[in-house]
């Protein structure tokens, strides 16, 4: 488990600095052009990244919440001995 762990936790960061970065970026590109043909074009892609790295940045902690409770009942499955089990 730490090692899932900690590339959850390496996938959460890396989906947060990339987050900062692409917005960093849009808002250097509008400083610097002033086009509005930049906000037209890019719009729509930008949030579209942005919801895929939010939706990554925030899944992970569940989805390492889920494997830590499902090792966890299967390993407490397991050490349940045959003689206990329905119909044994």
Same mark, same amino acid.
Do not use: N
């Given at each position: 488990m730490p090692w899932i762990e900690s590339q959850l936790a390496t996938l959460a960061t890396v989906a947060v600095g990339l987050f900062v970065l692409v917005n960093g970026a849009f808002i250097a590109a509008l400083v610097m052009t002033r086009d509005r043909r930049v906000v037209d074009r890019w719009t729509k892609p930008l949030l579209m990244t942005d919801a895929a790295l939010l939706v $990554?940045?925030?899944? $992970?902690? /569940? /989805? %390492? =919440? $889920? =494997?830590? /409770? %499902?090792s966890f009942l299967v390993s407490t499955l397991a050490a349940i001995p045959a003689t206990l089990l329905p119909g044994k």
């Open positions: $990554t940045a925030f899944a $992970t902690p /569940v /989805v %390492g =919440l $889920t =494997l830590k /409770v %499902g």
